[in-house]
């Protein structure tokens, strides 16, 4: 009798593993280009808040479309809340719909969709879609307030249902979320973006059972879990082996003004990798929590950061890693923690998870990217009485220094491939008004390798009123600088700047605004790379003559003489500074 593994040498071979694993890939991105071709709102159209992905009959990830970085591992237990909540009742027709966070699935707004797909009614696998609602019910417009306490005040609970039964359509939960929603239109549009998604999903993948035959199909898509698993061993052998910690730092969650700590324990030992975040302060009051089930999505993401990258996002790469944190703790809350603003943690756990690697690696890891921490959100009712809602994910934050260049001004974080809303679309669309956007100078931190200027945005409302909320960080830890690099700047949030009305604002903010007012933030720059004396001078000045850094502050804090009027740099006075310089640090 042959083993599973000589009978699986058998019925595979890598170049069709290869275009079949290929192929599931291209299905995944043919879901999500669907999405962004047919969704509503601007946080899904324009954000590009959502993902897809296929899995196999057991419900093993088996391709991730090319979309978020950080729900490559949240899939997977929104499915298993659904497969454990109806066992073997699912049936051709059937889509089933989860945004429980306690039953697998990551925050209210975003709704998880899942369609079992059969082939002469055996279950084949199951299509995937993911997006981020521009509104979920709640006490606050947009479903993403900090400073609610329990996750009832946060919006509307979908448990693991169908939504879709032997192909009818279940009008009792399609009215509830229309009557618990303050945007229907947008968001029953993006719900139904979701369901073509997914149907195309099934149509592609029954092409390819088609093409290769129902079981040869399921034993490549087995190879190529078991494949990935192996690749992504055999990766992280190569890293060095041992442990490394690091601690990271929320400010607050908007309610408690004590700061988060977050602090991660990286082992590598062989091919598998340990995380342990005993240490971690305990779960927060306000709605920051992430839950498990994201805080492990993000580190799979810093880790697909580090690795060979041709490695596919599936469940095959999930197995070498072994997550811990205890129950209670930031980053494991327990029921009934509210969660709604865990997009921030989830910021955090990643630059945790880097600061360890950045020991373990160093001269491979940049600095703390800067700026993208920030959602705000804008929610009120037109002349009519009908609501309006805008959501926004800062998604433009600067990125750190790094070990060969500078950080890059205004690109998204390096676990992020979401875009910003362009103006022009928010102005069209909500009555608000961008009167600035832009860097900002001396933000990036100084380093031989300088981290990312932060950028400003200016949101004037033209409506009567709203109902504003914001959730920032980083305005009192700043991201921080690695190999002598220095850390970046703060966050800072203002109302109706330069005005006797002018308002420093807290970086957790729940405000009723008039016609008229000015929000205005200044992102937090990113972290330097390496000694800010070593930092190329004319790069320096090219960058003084930019008017990315001022004259004053590159004579601070890189010892570089450049004439504030002409940009001219002068050599000789800079190689005299430098050495002052470089003599009072040592």
């Given at each position: 009798t042959l083993d599973k593994e000589t009978q699986m040498q058998q019925v595979t071979d890598p170049v069709t593993r290869e275009v079949i694993k290929n192929a599931l890939m291209s299905i995944a991105d043919t879901m999500a280009l669907t999405v962004v071709r047919t969704a509503r709102s601007a946080v899904i159209k324009h954000g590009m808040d959502f993902s897809t992905s296929l899995f196999n009959a057991e419900g093993l990830q088996v391709a991730q479309g090319l979309t978020l970085p950080p729900h490559l591992g949240s899939?997977?237990?929104?499915?298993?809340?659904?497969?454990?909540?109806?066992?073997?009742?699912?049936?051709?027709?059937?889509?089933?719909?989860?945004?429980?966070?306690?039953?697998?699935?990551?925050?209210?707004?975003?709704?998880?969709?899942?369609?079992?797909?059969?082939?002469?009614?055996?279950?084949?696998?199951?299509?995937?879609?993911?997006?981020?609602?521009?509104?979920?019910?709640?006490?606050?417009?947009?479903?993403?307030?900090?400073?609610?306490?329990?996750?009832?005040?946060?919006?509307?609970?979908?448990?693991?249902?169908?939504?879709?039964?032997?192909?009818?359509?279940?009008?009792?939960?399609?009215?509830?979320?229309?009557?618990?929603?303050?945007?229907?239109?947008?968001?029953?549009?993006?719900?139904?973006?979701?369901?073509?998604?997914?149907?195309?999903?099934?149509?592609?993948?029954?092409?390819?059972?088609?093409?290769?035959?129902?079981?040869?199909?399921?034993?490549?898509?087995?190879?190529?879990?078991?494949?990935?698993?192996?690749?992504?061993?055999?990766?992280?052998?190569?890293?060095?082996?041992?442990?490394?910690?690091?601690?990271?730092?929320?400010d607050n969650d908007g309610i408690d003004p004590e700061p988060i700590a977050i602090h991660a324990k990286v082992k590598i030992k062989g091919g598998e990798i340990f995380v342990d975040f005993d240490g971690t302060s305990p779960q927060a009051k306000g709605s920051i929590n992430p839950n498990f089930a994201y805080t492990k999505s993000n580190v799979y993401a810093v880790m697909k950061c580090l690795i060979d990258p041709a490695i596919q996002s599936n469940s095959g790469f999930f197995r070498p890693f072994n997550i811990t944190a205890p129950e209670g703790c930031f980053v494991n809350p327990q029921h009934p923690a509210p969660v709604a603003a865990r997009g921030l943690a989830g910021f955090r756990i990643c630059q945790t998870i880097f600061g360890a690697m950045a020991q373990a690696l160093p001269g491979k890891v940049p600095a703390a990217w800067g700026g993208g921490e920030i959602g705000v959100s804008w929610g009120g009712y037109h002349p009519n009485r009908k609501a309006w809602v805008y959501l926004e994910f800062a998604n433009d934050g600067p990125r750190g220094g790094g070990p060969a260049l500078d950080g890059a001004d205004g690109l998204a974080a390096p676990i992020l491939n979401m875009a910003n809303t362009p103006i022009e679309s928010i102005e069209s669309e909500q009555p608000l008004l961008v009167e600035r956007y832009g860097f900002v100078s001396d933000t990036g931190g100084a380093g031989k390798y300088r981290g990312g200027l932060g950028i400003e945005r200016e949101f004037r409302l033209l409506a009567e009123d709203a109902t504003f909320q914001l959730r920032s960080d980083r305005s009192d830890f700043t991201?921080?600088?690695?190999?002598?690099?220095?850390?970046?700047?703060?966050?800072?949030?203002?109302?109706?700047?330069?005005?006797?009305?002018?308002?420093?604002?807290?970086?957790?903010?729940?405000?009723?605004?008039?016609?008229?007012d000015l929000y205005r933030v200044v992102q937090a720059g990113a972290g330097g790379y390496g000694d800010p004396l070593e930092r190329d001078m004319y790069a320096v000045a090219d960058d003084v003559e930019q008017e990315k850094l001022?004259?004053?502050?590159?004579?601070?804090?890189?010892?570089?003489?450049?004439?504030?009027?002409?940009?001219?740099?002068?050599?000789?006075?800079?190689?005299k500074l430098r050495g002052e310089m470089a003599a009072a640090n040592n």
């Open positions: 899939m997977a237990p929104a499915l298993e809340g659904v497969m454990n909540a109806f066992g073997d009742d699912v049936e051709p027709g059937d889509i089933f719909a989860n945004n429980d966070p306690y039953e697998g699935a990551s925050h209210l707004p975003d709704i998880f969709l899942f369609k079992p797909i059969f082939k002469n009614d055996v279950l084949v696998g199951w299509s995937c879609c993911i997006g981020h609602q521009t509104d979920i019910g709640g006490r606050v417009a947009g479903g993403n307030a900090c400073d609610n306490t329990e996750i009832y005040q946060e919006g509307l609970i979908i448990p693991p249902l169908k939504l879709y039964a032997k192909g009818e359509l279940n009008q009792a939960v399609w009215r509830i979320l229309e009557k618990n929603v303050r945007v229907p239109d947008k968001v029953l549009g993006d719900v139904q973006a979701l369901l073509a998604a997914v149907r195309f999903g099934e149509r592609d993948l029954l092409r390819l059972v088609d093409d290769y035959g129902l079981e040869e199909l399921k034993s490549y898509m087995t190879d190529i879990l078991d494949t990935t698993e192996r690749l992504t061993r055999a990766e992280i052998e190569l890293l060095p082996q041992g442990e490394w910690e690091f601690t990271d730092y929320i991201p921080w600088g690695v190999q002598g690099g220095k850390p970046g700047t703060p966050t800072e949030n203002y109302l109706n700047p330069g005005t006797d009305r002018e308002e420093k604002l807290p970086g957790k903010t729940l405000r009723q605004l008039k016609k008229g001022s004259a004053e502050y590159v004579r601070r804090e890189y010892g570089v003489v450049v004439d504030p009027k002409t940009s001219a740099l002068d050599v000789s006075g800079t190689e």
